[in-house]
């Protein structure tokens, strides 16, 4: 019998030292996973900027008889970005300004770009990998005054006041600082796999329209109603970024933001895309290609597209 009880005895401590071995064998392999997932790289605040000067020029003298019109422009941005680290935490800032005018021979200077983009994007570990519980804010308008022309016309075709020469085609005003401007803001889950790579989803995300009172005094418009000033939503938000190289010296910036309204029609998905394509011939010298499409229905039920391209002095800090 006391052979039996010391057999099953040291049965049992073998059986529970293996089991502890197991155990910590197994802690040592998630603990050995999750440092490989968890990068402790480039703690704390990590800042950068670019400054960017843009010019395009097409010039002709009175001879030239292949056609076209002398014209400049110039564009200056900034894309700035001041991200905070830990291990368990991650806090991403992103300010996005350009401004843009074009001058054609014979004609007023005209507004080429007009943008102001702030964006802040929190998120904490969520166990192992590379995903996070997330929290957004993002604010976008304008600087400046736009306009558009627009005829006045009677139905046949005639200017409303025959003693104005200019009567058929007036610049209209439809937009300046801060009208209109949509602000979002959400809870969400993130993914994020380095600084170049990362894309949150937020299902309930609140987004807040607002214009000036005189864009809407005759009619709705960006989606406010006719005699308000505001418009609210609530819907989906995905928002994705990826910047790769593409060869020695050239890079691409891909932006991504989707909005689905639940409370009205929710299948008219609101897009922007922004790439922003830099050519680097030195340090402060390229070539820059961006571009940006938008489609927004309350604003115009069609896409939206600008592209600049030229040379750049470029200037990072």
Excluded: C
Aim: glycine share 8%.
């Amino acid at each position: 019998m006391k052979k039996i009880i010391l057999a099953v005895s040291v049965l049992f401590v073998g059986v529970y030292s293996q089991a502890q071995q197991t155990e910590r064998e197994l802690i040592d392999k998630t603990a050995k996973a999750a440092a490989k997932t968890l990068d402790t790289t480039n703690m704390g605040w990590k800042k950068a900027g670019t400054v960017t000067l843009l010019f395009n020029q097409s010039a002709f003298n009175h001879e030239w008889l292949g056609g076209g019109t002398s014209n400049m422009a110039g564009n200056v941005g900034l894309n700035y970005d001041f991200n905070y680290k830990t291990p368990n935490i991650v806090w991403d800032n992103k300010i996005l300004v350009a401004y843009g005018l074009t001058k054609v021979k014979d004609a007023e200077m005209t507004k080429s770009d007009d943008r102001l983009e702030f964006t802040s994007l929190l998120g904490k570990k969520a166990g192992v990998g590379y995903w996070y519980y997330s929290a957004f804010f993002n604010i976008r308008t304008q600087m400046d005054s736009g306009f558009k022309k627009e005829d006045f016309t009677n139905d046949n075709g005639t200017p409303l006041n025959p003693a104005d020469d200019f009567a058929d085609q007036r610049d209209v005003k439809i937009s300046h600082f801060f009208s209109p401007a949509y602000l979002q803001a959400g809870p969400g889950m993130l993914w994020k796999r380095s600084d170049n790579l990362k894309v949150n989803i937020a299902p309930a995300t609140s987004r807040l329209i607002y214009v000036h009172s005189h864009f809407t005094e005759f009619g709705p418009a960006y989606g406010v109603e006719q005699g308000e000033t505001t418009r609210f939503e609530f819907g989906a938000a995905v928002n994705a970024y990826y910047k790769l190289t593409l060869m020695e010296n050239i890079s691409m910036e891909n932006i991504l933001n989707l909005y689905a309204n639940y409370l009205d029609k929710p299948q008219n998905v609101d897009i922007d895309y922004q790439m922003n394509l830099v050519m680097k011939i030195n340090k402060y010298i390229s070539t820059n290609l961006a571009l940006q499409a938008i489609y927004d229905d309350n604003a115009i039920g069609a896409f939206q597209v600008r592209e600049i391209f030229g040379l750049g002095v470029n200037y990072g800090f």
